[in-house]
């Protein structure tokens, strides 16, 4: 009797990590991994193609030894960011700091439709004048 | 010369090298500071670049104008390790200035007129009035990150003009303005501090790329640059000859010549200048007045008299290897066996001749 309520602990068990497991690898068939480098304050690649509604994740890694930032967004949400004063990012889904020298990931789904003006950029003073950014267009 | 009337000519010199700034709070207003808004002063800057038996005489003055919260600093690319770093002459790139820009003449000015690894090494430390000055060496993002973690503030050309630098000489000089101790030294707002650095190289340069780090593309940049060299230095890229017109744009060569003995009385005269050569010397004075997107070198000297300054000092690219022509080999593969057969065939008939003799 106690042999057999062991094995079925264990067999629950096994079931119960496999499960757990198989929960953190899963990752939907739909979400795209793009990696993003910057050196000397430019992005590689320095454009985007999506598809509607497509979920994006971006790692994205700064060689330079200062930061910048990688906010996705249409042409409002970049002006907004342009004149803002948040300091740092990483809150909302797109939007994420890069510190010097470090990765970082952040995960983004578009909308079905995207208005001209969508881009990734960086809006650390004079950075976005200086080309840090890359259009965002439907593929 | 009278100090007070040079300083009545009142030029002002600032930093002739990147300038950076810690602090949004502490703004632009400042010679040729940059802002982290992107915003610049539009200053003239000076230097004065004197190369005597192996040395380089590097001088420059640092000033600030507006209110300044303490974190004021600037970064200069160095040709070599300097043994020295101290006070400069307290006139000496304002008479250099009134060398090339005569003042309009006064009764007062005409009786003057008589007269590296992974994180950066800090080699040598110094202060110079109200300036903190680190010498560093290191690698573009070891710098870069000393001067992050500093405080410095980078603008976004920093990464790619700092490799530049550190490609052909990792030595950096950081200078960080102290506002509280020049408030106790009572330096006035917009007056210089000269800073003299005495570099040992056997090729000297003088940063301008530097001048253009943070100014957009349409930006003028303008310099005033003095040589004082043994002879007629040549240089890479190579000074335009002027015009005649005020706004010509480039590195126009407006003066070379030698210095006249009065400008070389008159700089030995100042204060901590007895490191100036007691025999002639040459003086070149170059204005710098182009966008900074032409401002893509710097400015490699050669006093030697053989003429040939190196292109790498003045920052262009290593010229490449030439590829070996297969077809030139090949003829010289065939010239060295016909040589060798002639030789062969010679060495048989003496071999004859002495064997029928």
Same mark, same amino acid.
């Not at chain 2, 330096?187 to 100014?215: D, F, K, M, Q, S």
């Given at each position: 009797?106690?042999?057999?309520?062991?094995?079925?602990?264990?067999?629950?068990?096994?079931?119960?990590? $496999?499960? =757990?497991?198989?929960?953190?690898?899963? *990752?939907?068939?739909? %979400?795209? &991994?793009? !990696?993003?480098? +910057?050196?000397?304050?430019?992005?590689?690649? $320095?454009? =985007?193609?999506?598809?509607?509604?497509? *979920?994006?994740?971006? %790692?994205? &890694?700064? !060689?330079?030894? +200062?930061?910048?930032?990688?906010?996705?967004?249409?042409?409002?949400?970049?002006?907004?960011?342009?004149?803002?004063?948040?300091?740092?990012?990483?809150?909302?889904?797109?939007?994420?700091?890069?510190?010097?020298?470090?990765?970082?990931?952040?995960?983004?789904?578009?909308?079905?439709?995207?208005?001209?003006?969508?881009?990734?950029?960086?809006?650390?003073?004079?950075?976005?004048?200086?080309?840090?950014?890359?259009?965002?267009?439907?593929? | 010369?009278?100090?007070?009337?040079?300083?009545?000519?009142?030029?002002?010199?600032?930093?002739?090298?990147?300038?950076?700034?810690?602090?949004?709070?502490?703004?632009?207003?400042?010679?040729?500071?940059?802002?982290?808004?992107?915003?610049?002063?539009?200053?003239?800057?000076?230097?004065?670049?004197?190369?005597?038996?192996?040395?380089?005489?590097?001088?420059?003055?640092?000033?600030?104008?507006?209110?300044?919260?303490?974190?004021?600093?600037?970064?200069?690319?160095?040709?070599?390790?300097?043994?020295?770093?101290?006070?400069?002459?307290?006139?000496?790139?304002?008479?250099?200035?009134?060398?090339?820009?005569?003042?309009?003449?006064?009764?007062?000015?005409?009786?003057?007129?008589?007269?590296?690894?992974?994180?950066?090494?800090?080699?040598?430390?110094?202060?110079?009035?109200?300036?903190?000055?680190?010498?560093?060496?290191?690698?573009?993002?070891?710098?870069?990150?000393?001067?992050?973690?500093?405080?410095?503030?980078?603008?976004?050309?920093?990464?790619?003009?700092?490799?530049?630098?550190?490609?052909?000489?990792?030595?950096?000089?950081?200078?960080?303005?102290?506002?509280?101790?020049?408030?106790?030294?009572?330096?006035?707002?917009?007056?210089?501090?000269?800073?003299?650095?005495?570099?040992?190289?056997?090729?000297?340069?003088?940063?301008?790329?530097?001048?253009?780090?943070?100014?957009?593309?349409?930006?003028?940049?303008?310099?005033?640059?003095?040589?004082?060299?043994?002879?007629?230095?040549?240089?890479?890229?190579?000074?335009?000859?002027?015009?005649?017109?005020?706004?010509?744009?480039?590195?126009?060569?407006?003066?070379?010549?030698?210095?006249?003995?009065?400008?070389?009385?008159?700089?030995?005269?100042?204060?901590?200048?007895?490191?100036?050569?007691?025999?002639?010397?040459?003086?070149?004075?170059?204005?710098?007045?182009?966008?900074?997107?032409?401002?893509?070198?710097?400015?490699?000297?050669?006093?030697?008299?053989?003429?040939?300054?190196?292109?790498?000092?003045?920052?262009?690219?290593?010229?490449?290897?030439?590829?070996?022509?297969?077809?030139?080999?090949?003829?010289?593969?065939?010239?060295?066996?016909?040589?060798?057969?002639?030789?062969?065939?010679?060495?048989?008939?003496?071999?004859?001749?002495?064997?029928?003799?």
């Amino acid at each position: 009797m106690r042999r057999g309520v062991a094995a079925a602990a264990a067999c629950a068990t096994l079931l119960l990590a $496999a499960g =757990l497991a198989a929960a953190a690898t899963a *990752t939907p068939d739909h %979400v795209r &991994t793009v !990696t993003m480098t +910057i050196h000397y304050s430019r992005f590689d690649p $320095a454009s =985007l193609q999506v598809e509607p509604g497509e *979920t994006v994740r971006f %790692v994205v &890694t700064n !060689t330079d030894p +200062i930061d910048h930032e990688f906010l996705v967004g249409d042409a409002a949400m970049q002006e907004i960011h342009e004149n803002g004063t948040e300091a740092h990012h990483g809150a909302r889904p797109g939007e994420i700091s890069v510190l010097a020298g470090a990765t970082v990931e952040t995960t983004f789904t578009f909308p079905s439709t995207l208005a001209p003006g969508w881009e990734f950029a960086c809006h650390l003073p004079s950075h976005y004048d200086f080309g840090m950014r890359g259009p965002i267009t439907l593929g | 010369m009278h100090a007070r009337t040079v300083a009545r000519a009142a030029v002002v010199s600032v930093v002739a090298a990147i300038v950076l700034m810690g602090s949004a709070a502490s703004a632009f207003a400042c010679g040729g500071l940059i802002a982290p808004n992107g915003t610049i002063s539009l200053t003239r800057t000076t230097t004065l670049a004197a190369y005597h038996r192996g040395v380089e005489h590097y001088l420059t003055s640092f000033s600030y104008a507006g209110k300044v919260d303490g974190s004021l600093g600037s970064i200069t690319p160095l040709p070599g390790v300097p043994t020295k770093i101290i006070k400069g002459g307290d006139w000496t790139l304002q008479r250099l200035e009134i060398e090339v820009q005569p003042p309009i003449p006064s009764a007062e000015f005409a009786v003057a007129g008589a007269a590296v690894a992974e994180d950066a090494v800090v080699l040598m430390r110094a202060k110079v009035d109200s300036l903190d000055i680190t010498v560093l060496q290191g690698g573009a993002v070891a710098v870069g990150n000393w001067a992050r973690e500093h405080g410095f503030f980078l603008p976004p050309d920093a990464p790619e003009v700092l490799a530049f630098y550190a490609d052909r000489s990792p030595i950096f000089m950081a200078t960080r303005f102290n506002a509280k101790r020049a408030a106790a030294q009572g330096l006035a707002e917009g007056e210089g501090t000269p800073v003299h650095v005495v570099i040992p190289t056997p090729n000297p340069w003088v940063p301008l790329r530097i001048l253009a780090l943070g100014r957009q593309p349409q930006d003028l940049i303008q310099a005033d640059v003095f040589l004082l060299t043994d002879r007629k230095p040549e240089m890479l890229p190579q000074g335009l000859a002027p015009t005649g017109n005020p706004d010509q744009q480039g590195i126009v060569q407006e003066r070379s010549e030698p210095a006249s003995a009065s400008l070389m009385n008159d700089l030995r005269s100042d204060s901590r200048s007895k490191w100036i050569p007691n025999g002639e010397m040459w003086f070149t004075y170059l204005r710098i007045d182009a966008p900074a997107s032409t401002i893509t070198h710097d400015l490699a000297i050669d006093a030697s008299g053989f003429g040939h300054p190196d292109p790498i000092a003045a920052g262009f690219p290593p010229a490449s290897i030439p590829v070996p022509d297969p077809n030139a080999a090949r003829s010289l593969l065939w010239l060295g066996a016909g040589i060798a057969l002639v030789a062969l065939f010679a060495r048989w008939r003496i071999q004859q001749a002495a064997t029928t003799r």
